[in-house]
Nanobody
Framework: VQLQASGGGLVQAGGSLRLACAAS????????MAWFRQTPGKEREFVGI????????YYADSGKGRFTISRDNAKNTVYLQMNSLKPEDTAIYYCAANWGFAVGTMTEPSAYRYWGQGTLVTVSS
């Protein structure tokens, strides 16, 4: 599967952005889909994950209460709605796809088979 992330941009602190990740190819619905983010000099950080049916979602503490992940399997797209953005949310955001995680690995970038190219989110103070 190929992933294409979009929706990044410049926003003021307190604002909102919605990122989208469109998947090409068949069988999008078999993948659990995750969002990660990365800033220069730091490791890629887990943001959250939604399971293949969309009924189970898990967020990292950094985004709880502010970020919402959803998916539309008919459109082969997963979304990351980000509200109340903070300057520390500035990063390149990546979507990733995988199935069949080993126990305890879903927050690890190395566990994911497919990655989008990333979209830059900049939050100004």
């Amino acid at each position: 599967v190929q992933l294409q992330a979009s929706g990044g941009g410049l926003v003021q602190a307190g604002g909102s952005l919605r990122l989208a990740c469109a998947a090409s190819g068949r069988s999008f619905s078999i993948y659990d889909m995750a969002w990660f983010r990365q800033t220069p000099g730091k490791e890629r950080e887990f943001v959250g994950i939604i399971n293949r049916s969309g009924d189970t979602i898990y967020y990292a503490d950094s985004g709880k209460g502010r970020f919402t992940i959803s998916r539309d399997n008919a459109k082969n797209t997963v979304y990351l709605q980000m509200n109340s953005l903070k300057p520390e949310d500035t990063a390149i955001y990546y979507c990733a796809a995988n199935w069949g995680f080993a126990v305890g690995t879903m927050t690890e970038p190395s566990a994911y088979r497919y990655w989008g190219q990333g979209t830059l989110v900049t939050v100004s103070s």
